[in-house]
Each structure stands twice: as structure tokens, then as C-alpha cells.
């Protein structure tokens, strides 16, 4: 095999390229609009480790960034393709890519394809050989790498492909040159600059009409931040589809990497049924063989968002001028990537029988029919929890069918029981009576400056809140409530508390017919604040907010599916708490605080290697939960795993950069330290070392924390400069 390029992918790389967060059912993929040329994206920058973007002596004579725009591209009668670009750095100087006449060396791949008239998918014309047992030698798309651009000066350049296209070429079809690439400034104190454009046209100057753009990179991005491969040389969907065509395949393992099979595997990875098996045929694990011939398997890939959710990945929102692919023209390829037990040759699994072609696939599968759980595209998908009257009219509308709302709060001082009055109504505001619920529960915590440590009583075994069954509350008729807590707000109270509630209904679906269904949905959680000495009321701060944990998890849903928003989360993992009740006799106990919980379980299989501990957490019935697996979905400029340095992807407002965090030191049982001072305990969600921690211990003291000193807004360490993206 050649070197190897075109799967250049650690382990992680290729992982984090489509693990949780995009479904992607369908034909994926993606391409310019009819736009001349297109970024993608337009600059990243990656920082060298503990420095800020750039060196501040640095900065009169190096401007970082690297932005690619893409002039012109022609393929001529001999059937040479070239391509003209300019370079250009973040603020549009132009850049000379040998790094002579301004700093840092740009360094290119080059793609070029076309889309036969009558297809849908690219055929690549840059490729390269590779050999693997399962296929033997196959020719396969790659990039172009090494060529020498001709100057023409101003940070303009022209390529000409070593490839060439075939004599008797189509010159009618749309054409598609790709330049994506990478600017080296860590010699100057600010990491590399990555880019790519790419560029629609047809060879005899008509206006282009045919493009590939099933899915934009936007949607990706919502997970992925920034979706890159190939070791910086590959960004955004558009490059993907000019390769990860029908083209293109693992010769070693023989799997397909045809970007509507190769995607939708990745996402299903732990649920396709190949790779679940059956109670007579064990599974087969799905793994592709990369760079340097890394076994990546995805056979334990977990989508957060459920591969149910097609418009995860096929937003109906982006433009995308084949978003409709997905649910108008259903294919076998497509279909059976996840659905990978059914042989259409045959007829096995599959309810039609055989199918020799995708002609009559939508006479079953149409788009949408009158109820959940059809054969129709949208049916066939829907997650149950999605269910609920209006399916017919939308289709993915979210259950939230009962709505339980707290209208107000008294007996609200120190020593007093509070009383809440709330409403139980339908999505239309009709009422409903307390039967209508499978449970409800208030929990009360405080003070908001930081929650732990309050006891309510020598009966409440649950640290730092109470929790009671409001289902003993009282209603009118117009579902009106009121439910007077049993525990006192603490006598010495001071500043302001919180309550929230929880509550699950049971509803059945498709009642008295062969597609009957129970299911457990939750109501949004709420949580209102109250003074309890008089004092200006302050909520408990902002960290992060359910928007943005659903911009991958589309509908956060824990402990069956009564908790769905942090705001309410953050009452019970508090700093105080520990899996004690379910881990007893079991393991030593494991912090719950949310800061140390949220940031270990995202950072997953980094927290091992990087010199931390497995975290493991015992949850309801003594079930153990190792999140050792969990990559997090988000990607580096060049394609790595992993990538936590956008904090903004969860956090809101820059609460990352507000130190101290939280005032209560935190239980941190199997933690290096325990106590552990609440900055420490936040940043040891990712930094889990012994060294670390030594660090940590280091610049603690009887007056607290020292971590704003250097760690502050504006400080030499600021977090928004050791976590740059």
C-alpha cells in the first residue's frame, strides 16, 4: 500500500470524525453551492500547548491564519487539470507559501473529481493504489501531495494535477477541485493555521447546474466543532464527498468507506446488528484499517443524539439542495448500512423480500405516513419518546405532552416549610389531574452561592438537598396544585435557595393496535429561587445551559427521563455528594459533583492514558457505568479526538473563565486529593495526573486557592488561552 494518506486517522482521529452526534441516514454528504468558491472553513488556528494564539513579542511581524479562496480551475482539451488560488493569512495579506518572504511554510493537498451526468456522486481522478487482503489491489481516490504551485506572485498560485483526465472526457459534467491545507507558525508562537476551499465548475464554461449537497458541514460542526480528518489536510463535507465515494474502500478489512454506508455505520457502530449478533451468530466487530495501518474499530460508538434522529445530520434548515435525499429517494446502500442483517439479494430480514434494484423502495418506504412506527422514512425512525399527538403534522416534534409548572413559592424564610404552588396541563394548557403522572418530586437545595453540605434534617440521608413526592400535593379541578414541603428550610439559612422539579408520565401509543407502545417521558425541568433572609434574590450561577447540551444530545434525558436541564442537575450533584448509597459494599465511592462528573465523562478515553483514574459511577441498583469508552465528538483543526478546548461548546457566557469556581470543597473519594478546593476539583475533570493534582495541592493554602492569580480572565494563563481552539 502506498503511504497510506487518504486514511490518515489515528485511532482517535477517524473515531472523533463521526462518533456521537450525527446520523447521517441517508445518501450523506455534501458540496459547494453553485457559489465559485467556498472556505471550509474559512481559518482555523491551533495554538502550541500553554501558549497563548500568539507570542505578544511576536506580534508586529506575524499575523497568523491561512485562508485559501479558490480563483479558477480548467481542464483542458489534452485533458490537464490546474487550478488557481490565492493565499492569504487572517487579516487578507497575501502569504508566500515557501514561508521565505512571510513567516510560516504552507504546506497543500490537492483533490480533483467530477460528477458523470446522470449520477449523483463524484468520481475521483486523483487516486492511488492500495492492497489488502480482503480486496486485493484497488485504485481509490487520494490526495495530491508534494507538487510544486507555480508563482504568480501577490500570494497567487497555479497547480497543475499530476492526474490527468482520461482522453474523450465529459466536458459538460460538474467538475470539482479541492486545495486544503495547513500554515506552520509554532516556530513563532502560534501553532498552525489550517484551511481548504473548494470548486465547482464544467470544463466548457456552461453554468454549473449539478452538485453534490446532501448535508453541510453545519450540521456536523453541532457535534463535531470543527469536522477535519487526514491530519489537517480535509475539512468539511465538502472534501468528504469528492472521495468517500462507491470509489472508495478498505481493501484489508473490504468494508466500503461510500459515504452514505461509511457514516451511517460509524454513528450506529454499538447497535448495528452485524455487530450485536445474534443468540446463535456472535457479532462482528466493524473496523476499518487506517494510516499506518491502525485498526480503528467502531463497534462501541454510542450516538447520544439516537441514529433514529435522521435530521440530526439531514438538516431540513442548512440549504442543502438535496436535504430531501434522505426521505425521498431511499436506496439499499443506504438503508442497509445500518440495517446491515438485511440481504436484499435473497430477501433475508427484510418484510418486501428480495430487491434487485432501489426502483420500487419508496413504493414502502415514502416519506411520512399517519402514525409512528410505520414502514415510511420517518416513521421507521422515530425514537418513542419523540411521540405524541401531533406526530402526523410534525414528525419530529419532542414529547412534552404534560407540562408540570411551578407558579409560585411561599413560606419561604429560614426555619419555614416551603409551600409551592404549581400547575399539571396538557401542550394545549388544558389541566390535568395529578393521575395523569407516574411520579412528581420537588427537590430544595441551597444556598445558590454554591450548593453541598446543607443538611435539612438528621432524616435526609441525600447530601446538601431534600427531595419529597409531590404527587401529595393538592388540586382544584382547573389543575391548579399546591404541595407544602415536609422539611424546614434550615434555621440558620442565609441568601437564597432553589426548588426544582421532576416528574415522568406514562403514555401508551398506538392504543389497542399491533404497534401498542408504553412509554416513559419526562416533563422540563424547572427550577425557581427564593431569598430566605430578606436578601436581594440570587439565582445560582449560569454554567451551561440545556441548549447547548442538546445541540448534540437533541433531548437530554437522565435517570429514566425525568432529569433534562443542568440547571436542576447541579441541586443533587453537588459538591457534598458521592455514589455512596449504590456503590457500598461494591467500590469505594465516586464523586458526583457535576463540574468533576461532566468534564470526566466527556474527556473519557483521555482520562487513563492521561494519568487519571477509570471513572466509574454505581447509578440506580447498584449498576456500574464505566465511562472509560466515551470519546467526545469534537475535533482539532487536524482531525484529533477528543478536542476539549472549545469550552463554549457546553459552557455559556465565558463561565470557564470565573474563578473561583464555587466556594465548597469537594468529596472527591478516589480523587488524588480529598477534599478537593472547588477550582481544583472543576479542572481535575480533564486534568487528572498526580502531577497535576501535586500542582493543584501546590498552590492551595489555609486561605483557599490561588488559581485566579494565573488562571483568571486577562491573567498569563488565562483559561481562554491554555484552551484555545
Known amino acids: ?142 490526495f495530491e501531495l508534494g507538487g510544486t504551485p507555480n508563482s504568480l506572485g501577490n500570494g497567487q498560485y497555479q497547480y497543475t494535477f499530476r492526474a490527468t483526465a482520461p482522453s474523450g472526457f465529459d466536458p459538460t459534467a460538474t467538475h470539482t477541485v479541492a486545495v486544503d491545507g495547513n500554515r506552520d507558525l509554532t516556530a513563532y508562537g502560534s501553532g498552525t493555521s489550517y484551511a481548504g476551499s473548494t470548486f465547482n465548475f464544467v470544463p466548457n464554461g456552461a453554468a454549473v447546474t449539478v452538485t453534490r449537497d446532501v448535508i453541510r458541514t453545519q450540521s456536523c460542526n453541532a457535534c463535531h466543532d470543527q469536522l477535519a480528518f487526514h491530519g489537517g489536510y480535509a475539512h468539511g463535507m465538502e472534501m468528504c464527498v469528492l472521495c468517500h465515494t462507491p470509489q472508495n474502500a478498505d481493501p484489508v478489512t473490504g468494508n466500503t468507506l461510500d459515504l452514505k454506508v461509511f457514516a451511517h455505520k460509524i454513528h450506529m457502530g454499538s447497535q448495528l446488528p452485524s455487530v450485536v449478533g445474534t443468540s446463535t451468530t456472535p457479532g462482528v466487530p466493524y473496523q476499518v484499517i487506517g494510516y499506518m495501518n491502525s485498526v480503528n474499530d467502531f463497534s462501541k460508538v454510542i450516538d447520544p443524539a439516537d441514529p433514529r434522529r435522521c435530521e440530526v445530520c439531514h438538516s431540513q434548515t442548512t440549504g442543502a439542495a438535496q436535504a430531501t435525499a434522505f426521505y425521498q429517494e431511499p436506496t439499499r446502500a443506504a438503508c442497509g448500512s445500518c440495517h446491515d442483517n438485511v440481504n436484499f439479494a435473497t430477501g433475508a430480514n427484510h418484510a418486501a423480500g428480495f430487491q434487485w434494484d432501489d426502483k420500487e423502495c419508496a413504493d414502502c418506504h415514502f416519506p411520512k405516513g399517519e402514525t409512528p412506527f410505520d414502514s415510511s422514512i420517518f416513521g421507521a425512525h422515530t425514537v418513542p419518546s419523540d411521540t405524541n399527538a401531533s406526530y402526523a403534522a410534525n414528525p419530529n416534534s419532542l414529547i412534552g405532552s404534560v407540562v408540570v409548572k411551578i407558579t409560585g413559592v411561599t413560606n419561604t424564610l429560614a426555619g419555614q416549610n416551603p409551600v409551592v404552588a404549581f400547575t399539571i396541563k396538557d401542550q394545549s394548557g388544558n389541566a390535568l389531574a395529578m393521575s395523569a403522572l407516574e411520579d412528581l418530586t420537588f427537590t430544595m437545595a441551597g444556598s445558590t452561592k454554591d450548593y453541598g453540605y446543607t443538611s435539612f434534617g438528621s432524616d435526609v440521608t441525600t447530601p446538601g438537598y431534600v427531595s419529597e413526592d409531590g404527587t401529595q400535593g393538592t388540586c382544584d379541578g382547573n389543575g391548579n396544585c399546591t404541595y407544602a414541603f415536609l422539611h424546614a428550610i434550615p434555621a440558620a439559612a442565609t441568601g437564597s435557595y432553589g426548588i426544582g422539579v421532576e416528574s415522568e408520565r406514562l403514555e401508551t401509543v398506538l392504543a389497542n393496535t399491533n404497534a401498542q407502545q408504553t412509554i416513559e417521558t419526562g416533563t422540563p425541568n424547572q427550577v425557581v429561587y427564593f431569598s430566605v433572609d430578606g436578601s436581594p434574590l440570587a439565582p445560582r450561577r449560569t454554567v451551561v445551559q440545556v441548549a447547548n447540551c442538546n445541540a448534540c444530545h437533541v433531548q437530554l434525558q437522565l435517570h429514566g427521563a425525568r432529569r433534562n436541564n443542568p440547571e436542576y442537575c447541579v441541586m443533587c450533584h453537588n459538591p457534598s455528594d458521592t455514589d455512596a448509597s449504590q456503590s457500598a459494599g461494591k467500590a469505594t465511592a465516586q464523586t458526583v459533583n457535576f463540574a468533576v462528573m461532566v468534564h470526566r465523562i466527556h474527556d473519557g478515553v483521555n482520562v487513563v492514558p492521561a494519568g487519571g483514574k477509570p471513572f466509574v459511577i454505581y447509578g440506580h441498583g447498584g449498576r456500574k457505568v464505566d465511562f472509560s469508552q466515551i470519546l467526545y465528538p469534537a475535533m482539532s483543526p487536524e482531525g484529533s479526538a477528543t478536542y476539549l478546548q472549545d469550552c463554549a461548546m457546553c459552557h455559556v457566557n465565558g463561565s470557564e473563565q470565573v474563578l473561583p469556581i464555587g466556594l465548597n470543597p469537594v468529596i472527591d473519594p478516589q480523587g488524588w486529593i480529598n477534599p478537593v478546593q472547588p477550582t481544583s476539583s472543576a479542572c481535575s475533570g480533564c486534568h487528572v495526573s498526580e502531577a497535576e493534582a501535586s500542582h493543584f495541592l501546590s498552590q492551595t493554602d489555609s486561605l483557599g486557592e490561588s488559581c485566579a492569580i494565573c488562571h483568571a480572565a486577562g491573567a498569563q494563563f488565562a483559561v481562554d488561552s491554555v484552551h484555545v481552539k
Request: no cysteine; charged share 10%; net charge positive.
Open 1 to 142: 500500500m502506498n503511504t497510506q494518506f487518504f486514511t490518515r486517522m489515528t485511532k482517535r482521529n477517524i473515531l472523533a470524525a463521526v462518533l456521537l452526534f450525527g446520523t447521517a441516514l441517508g445518501l450523506a454528504g455534501a458540496a459547494v453551492t453553485l457559489a465559485d468558491s467556498r472556505s471550509i472553513p474559512s481559518e482555523r488556528i491551533k495554538a502550541a500547548p500553554g501558549q497563548r494564539a500568539l507570542a505578544v513579542g511576536k506580534l508586529d511581524y506575524v499575523s497568523p491564519g491561512l485562508v485559501i479562496t479558490i480563483n479558477s480551475a480548467q481542464v483542458s482539451s489534452t485533458g490537464a487539470i490546474s487550478v488557481t488560488y490565492t493565499l492569504t493569512d487572517g487579516k487578507g495579506l497575501p502569504l508566500d507559501a515557501t514561508g521565505v518572504t512571510t513567516p510560516g511554510v504552507v504546506s497543500l493537498a490537492f483533490v480533483a473529481a467530477y460528477i458523470p451526468n446522470g449520477q449523483e456522486q463524484y468520481v475521483a481522478y486523483t487516486t492511488e493504489q492500495a492492497t489488502g487482503a480482503a480486496l486485493g489491489t484497488i485504485t481509490r481516490p487520494f
